[in-house]
């Protein structure tokens, strides 16, 4: 259970847990999931709550779903695990058999920043009867609950028995136990600021409704609990309606549906969907129209919990219902003490106006929803950033009456959601167009008229006003079109020629413009993972190379795994939370703090003057002094005895700022001011400008990529505890650099490094955002613990982690290419600016690597590149997996494609043109044999049958207009390591105990990647013992000192080193012993080395891989090795809306001898879907002042399990061999990301088949990511047009 992810959102199901609760109709117990950090705990009464820990634990046994997403290699950090198994697990409770639809549905609100959702989805497709997920299908079993698949018996057989299932029942584990229909009398509960009276029956409730008016009925809590929150609102009495039968009615007439309002939207779902199935199409056009938002709308977790009235009356202008309820004509039914009475759900009501809304002291009792009718259409539309868990950009509703064997508009109603404050109606132009027909010229006026009424403020939320505008008309063309078919169907039926239906007017849809109809379907992920098998003489014992499960695997899935914010509180233990600037660049007049201090609770506020030694540097502040250099740069540190109290007294301290100047938050601005964080950065081959003289043709681009959050799932977070002797610290913290924390705090704190010892078990994900900022957090954390004497626990909300701790670089490249008519490439010149943010950070590194990388897989004899971090007012970037290489080598690749447009060729030939084909130098002279690279290239062609699926995307594309394919490929040379050779040294400690027990400690962290898998599997094959011997306790700063940050993808190459050097110290000693007695087990081995007083404890080291770079000379060696691949993405776009579907991807990757290719895949596959949401959907908003708004799931869109590739194959390349590695293997945890990229093209290539066919110029510029706006909006057409004139000449 994680309620800390997120709090109060309910956006990323971390927290789900499974409610079980008495239906207050049926009286049937019904279970359902819920997000934990939106529901009241006072809710809860009278009923069940299962927790992941309720499910099943390695002490007892192990849930089959437990046991099947850890031995699918479903968990990598396992921060989301625990939701996950919940999310499955309650389907099952419902559908012991469920179909993959239904699985996806359950997991659709779950997200995971690891895995990229393939192996979880493959875990829960084992309980799907028409899954192939596993041989034994049908019988109940499964062949990862017998153990045949099970990774873990290589030599650590679980402790745990799994149970089999023998019937459905058997996933019934837990007790239902809740107590029996709650009495019918009030229940009140008394909290600090809050009552809660939940009342036993209706005429209590309305009772209460009229004393307390002003008191909001809470029910799902989803609208409730995050405005409480956001705005800060507090509503001092609540009155939960949960227990009253009456809002909970379901009645069917013969004219329409009339549905409690206490009914969860889960349930209106159920309702409509029975009443469709029970009902001729022509009366449930309303019906279906809901139930096709209903299928989008927020995840399963959020549907259950939400109800249809709290849904209504909240009015969001984003909400998806009350369009479609709005032009179905539903109406209110409200009831007070004084009676009831029947209210329009108008475009009045939606707008809130006084004399069509609620009185306070009504409630809405239920929704009546009126059949529609036969030559009545109801249709509805959607469009947001992502197809799942993403609330609309815009959304609408349309409904059209014509008279009766005609296609004359009797009655039309149309609205709009997601385009000014409330749901719209576009009541003016409806009422011009009736008596019209269904006609082209009623399309053309009725567009304009749309656009004249429905004028979206500049201020419309969320921004993007052209796009709005666009899908304003976009969406009524589709309905337009939708209704045509629709007519031309009834038509048919007539015996006789309908007078008003002439064909002359009744056009007929070419079949190339049909595809405007349809939607993207959510469709299951298929896929394969190939790998090579151990050789066969390899000892069964020797798991190197196997496809060991994560060693935590099955303590993700149960809840066990003891992550930093799960340390019990330790005595005395106090909160810290942080104080922001809120602006961007100013000065610091004044501070009060009296009113903060004077909070119950509140224990002190820590400034920069309680720092005794060094405070950051002096461009780095861990605390502001005087100025302030962004919004959400620390000030200062409160601290209380809860986290509350602290987040209180935040609130109450007062702040002057005086304003500096310049503030520069773009690229653009920071050039504009010469504003930049250190030098350029500059790699130059080959004569350029001879080079561009003779050339065929150039061409000059830009490129803009924007940035990233790392949105790992556990968020920052430091416990540290001062002991009472010798200011020794202990420091528990989640980060990827414990010697980092060490250091700081040292330097910080004014004590020796060696009184502090840093612990990480493991972190929730790292992505490179764990590297540098938990040394701030641990340090002013520490500062706290100091002076306070109390242990210290800080733990950032999601907000303020997105807030303070800054992401990728945001890039803008500019390049010239210089080619020849066949697509060989002569020069190339590019000019990349990043991002930096306030402070230096790991800015001046990330543009090294960013050129050193830019050339990718081309050789290109005459080459430019140069690069500049600028200096900004936002908060510093950092670094984050890729390290510059997924933004930079966009560039590269847009400058192909923009080749091949030039050139008439498609851009996989130049690509192959270009492509490094020979032993070679690269831009700074690092020999290099591309032998893998090409393997991967033609692989990857091959297994995807590229050559094929191009014609037949071309097909597709002449076929269809508003639909159009695209596909691409594209190769990848990826540097692993750091530029300098002390950065991979690495060590290791392994203790042999007397009982022959094996301690494994290394320098390398586990963040999910499966460091420590490896390394026992390394340990294993060194020592020749089976894993079950050896352990991996945690990575502290006393047991292996002086490490370096596990990142760069090189963390199991040296650290696996390392441990393989003091296995290989400790089985030397041991050898004499084993030679005297061959035939004696390890066991006896160790007895007598320890009788005869032989060290069992070696130190191993790796003194590191050889590597420099001079950039005065341009030249180096800076990079160990290099990883290959290449991935091919097919996509498909929808040109009116901008949504994309992603058909297949297939990725080869040379990983030679994978030490453990279901990690490995697992990093692949993750790091694959990471980048395709920094190039399709995660962006980041910032208002004029610079304020992060992007601040949550809600607004920050990271890929769901709906957005896998709906097939998706990764391949390791087979037999490729590295001799400078461990046991001949790969670092994967970077390169993958890159890859993403492929959709990226597959996107552009689909949008520039488009505008091909609409005449508009093929080259454009790139923009990353590729959201539905800028696709719609590339995808420019007669509606883009109108808009364009309607901005022009209103
Ligand atoms: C993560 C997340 C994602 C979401 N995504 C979407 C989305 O994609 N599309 C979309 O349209 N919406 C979305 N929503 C919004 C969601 O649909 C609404 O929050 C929800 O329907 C509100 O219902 P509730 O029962 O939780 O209301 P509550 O929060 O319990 O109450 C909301 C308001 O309604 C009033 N109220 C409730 N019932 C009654 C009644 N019977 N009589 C009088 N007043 C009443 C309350 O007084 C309160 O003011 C999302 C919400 C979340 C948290
Ligand atoms: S395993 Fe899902 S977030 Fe890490």
Partial sequence: LRPEAFLDRGGCGACTVMVSKRDPTSQEIRHFSVTTCLVPICSLYGAAVTTVEGVGSMKTRLHPVQERIAKSH?????????????????????????????????????????????????????????????????????????????????????????????????????????????????????????????????????????????APLILGNTSLGPAMRSKGCLHPILLSPARISELNVVSKTNDGLTIGAGCSLAQVKDILAERVSELPEEKTQTYRALLKHLKSLASQQIRNMASLGGHIISRHSYSDLNPILAVGNATLNLTSEEGTRRIPLSEHFLAGLASADLKPEEILESVYIPHSQKWEFVSAFRQAQCQQNALPDVNAGMRVLFKEGTDIIEDLSITYGGVGAATVSAHKSCQQLLGRQWDELMLDEACRRLLDEVSLPGWAPGGRVEFKRTLVVSFFFKFYLQVLQELKKLIKPFPVPVSALNSRRYPEISDRFLSALEDFPGTVPQGVQRYQSVDSHQPLQDPVGRPVMHLSGLKHAT??????????????????ALVTSTRAYAKIISIDLSEALEIPGVVDVITAKDIPGTNGTEDDKLLAVDEVLCVGQIIFAVVAETDVQAKRAIEKIKITYEELEPIIF??????????????????????????????????????????????????????????????????????????????????????????????????????????????????????????????????????????????????????????????????????????????????????????????????IRNLRFRGRACLTNLPSNTAFRGFGFPQGTLVTESCITAVAAKCGLPPEKIREKNMYRTVDKTIYKQAFNPESLIRCWNECLDASSFHNRRKQVEEFNKKNYWKKRGIAVIPMKFSVGFAATSYHQAAALVHIYTDGSVLVTHGGNELGQGIHTKMLQVASRELKIPMSHLHICETSTAMVPNTIATAASVGADINGKAVQNACQILLKRLEPIIKKNPEGTWEEWIEAAFEQRISLSATGYFRGYKAFMDWEKGEGDPFPYYVYGAACSEVEIDCLTGAHKKIRTDIVMDACCSLNPAIDIGQIEGAFIQGMGLYTTEELKYSPEGVLYSRGPDEYKIPTISDVPEEFNVSLLPSSQTPLTIYSSKGLGESGMFLGSSVFFAITDAVAAARKERDIAEDFTVKSPATPEWVRMACADRFTEMVWNYCLFS
């Avoid at 009140?188 to 939940?198: C, D, K, M, N």
């Avoid at 509180?569 to 810290?576: A, I």
């Avoid at 706290?784 to 626990?793: D, M, N, Q, V, Y």
Wanted: proline share 5%.
């Fill in 666 to 859: 773009t690229i653009k601005d920071a050039i504009k001011h010469n504003s930049f964080l250190c030098p350029e950065k500059k790699l130059e081959q080959g004569n350029i400008e001879e080079a561009f003289e003779k050339v065929d043709q150039i061409v000059e681009g830009e490129v803009h990529v924007g940035g990233q959050e790392h949105f790992y799932m556990e968020t920052q977070r430091v416990l540290v505890i001062p002991k009472t002797e010798d200011k020794e610290l202990d420091i528990y913290v989640s980060t990827q650099d414990p010697a980092h924390v060490q250091k700081t705090v040292s330097s910080t704190l004014n004590i020796p490094i060696n009184r502090i010892t840093c612990h990480v078990k493991r972190v929730g994900g790292g992505f490179g955002g764990k590297i540098g900022r938990p040394a701030v957090f641990g340090a002013i954390a520490a500062v706290g613990a100091l002076k306070t004497g109390h242990p210290i626990r800080l733990v950032l909300d999601r907000e303020d982690d997105m807030l303070i701790t800054g992401g990728r670089h945001p890039l803008f490249g500019k390049y010239k290419v210089g080619f020849m008519n066949n697509g060989r490439i002569k020069a190339l010149d590019i000019e990349c600016f990043i991002n930096g943010g306030c402070t230096l950070d790991d800015s001046e590194l990330v543009t090294e690597f960013l050129i050193l990388k830019l050339e990718n897989a081309y050789k």
């Fill in 559 to 576: 809840g066990e795994a003891e992550f930093c914010d799960d340390i019990p509180m330790v005595d005395k233990e106090l909160c810290m």
């Fill in 74 to 214: 479903g968990t990598q950090c396992g921060f989301c695990t625990p939701g996950m198994v919940m999310s499955m697990y309650t389907l099952l409770r419902n559908h012991p058999q469920p179909s993959e639809e239904q699985l996806l549905e359950a997991l659709g609100g779950n997200l995971c920043r690891c895995t990229g959702y393939r192996p979880i989805l493959a875990s829960g497709k084992t309980f799907c009867l028409e899954s192939n997920g596993c041989q034994q299908k049908g019988t109940g079993k499964c062949c990862l609950d017998l153990g045949e698949n099970d990774s873990s018996s290589l030599g650590r057989k679980s402790d745990v028995s799994p149970f089999a299932l023998s019937s459905p029942q058997e996933y019934h584990l837990t007790p239902t136990r809740m107590t029996e229909n709650p009495e019918k009398r009030t229940l009140t509960f008394h909290g600090e600021r809050v009552t809660w009276i939940s009342p036993g029956t209706f005429k209590d409730l309305l009772e209460l409704k009229a004393k307390h008016p002003e």
